[in-house]
Every structure is written in structure tokens, then in C-alpha cells.
Nanobody
Framework: QVQLVESGGGLVQPGGSLRLSCAAS????????MGWYRQAPGKQRELVAT???????NYADSVKGRFTISRDNAKNTVYLQMNSLKPEDTAVYYC???????????????WGQGTQVTVSS
């Protein structure tokens, strides 16, 4: 079994900051890529940011310069620091983790349960 537990969402005013966390637990041999996606009402889920095991990062153009993705491999945790938040950042944010459950196994992707981020005055 693998579990992903997200935290850190909430209501924030425009220009404010939030930090999301996603911790993976369970039967895990190795975690490869980790990432954050979001889905606003009536829209498709979209990529926000990804980070490789070696900490190479990729960002959606809409969040570059405002969001920072990072990870702690010892804690099996990925973070998303969100600064200068805008109303259009309002969405449910999901973490995605690609991991290997045991030596020799193929990797699989797992999703968190989602955490609501609302940016409003």
C-alpha cells in the first residue's frame, strides 16, 4: 500500500503565500519524479510543477517566478511554495508521485487526495 497525504491548502488574499506539502508513505523502494497539478472548476487538470529525483525542476509558464517546487528525499515529501498568489491560482491542487515499490519492480504513479487553494479578497 502507498499513501499520499497532502496538507497546506486554504484561503489566502491576493498577493499572499501558501506552502503545500505531500508526504508519501507505505511500501516504497524508491521515488522518482514528483509533481503538483491543479484543477479549477470547469477546467481540465493541468501541470503546475515537477521535480526529478536529482532535483531538476519544470514549471508551467503561469507560475514561473512565483512558485517553487522542492523535495526532501529522506522524508519522501514534496513541497510547493506559492508566492504572489492570484485569484486565477484558485483550484484543487494534487500531488503526483512516480515510485517503485520494491527492487526490480516497474514504477507506477500515485495521486494525492487534493487540497483546496482559494485566492480571494
Amino acid at each position: 500500500q502507498v499513501q499520499l497525504v497532502e496538507s497546506g491548502g486554504g484561503l489566502v488574499q491576493p498577493g499572499g503565500s501558501l506552502r503545500l506539502s505531500c508526504a508519501a508513505s507505505g511500501s516504497i523502494f524508491r521515488i522518482n519524479d514528483m509533481g503538483w497539478y491543479r484543477q479549477a472548476p470547469g477546467k481540465q487538470r493541468e501541470l503546475v510543477a515537477t521535480i526529478t529525483r536529482g532535483s531538476s525542476t519544470n514549471y508551467a509558464d503561469s507560475v514561473k517566478g512565483r512558485f517553487t517546487i522542492s523535495r526532501d528525499n529522506a522524508k519522501n515529501t514534496v513541497y510547493l511554495q506559492m508566492n504572489s498568489l492570484k485569484p486565477e491560482d484558485t483550484a484543487v491542487y494534487y500531488c503526483e508521485v512516480e515510485l517503485v515499490r520494491y527492487s526490480g519492480a516497474l514504477s507506477n504513479k500515485y495521486w494525492g487526495q487534493g487540497t483546496q487553494v482559494t485566492v480571494s479578497s
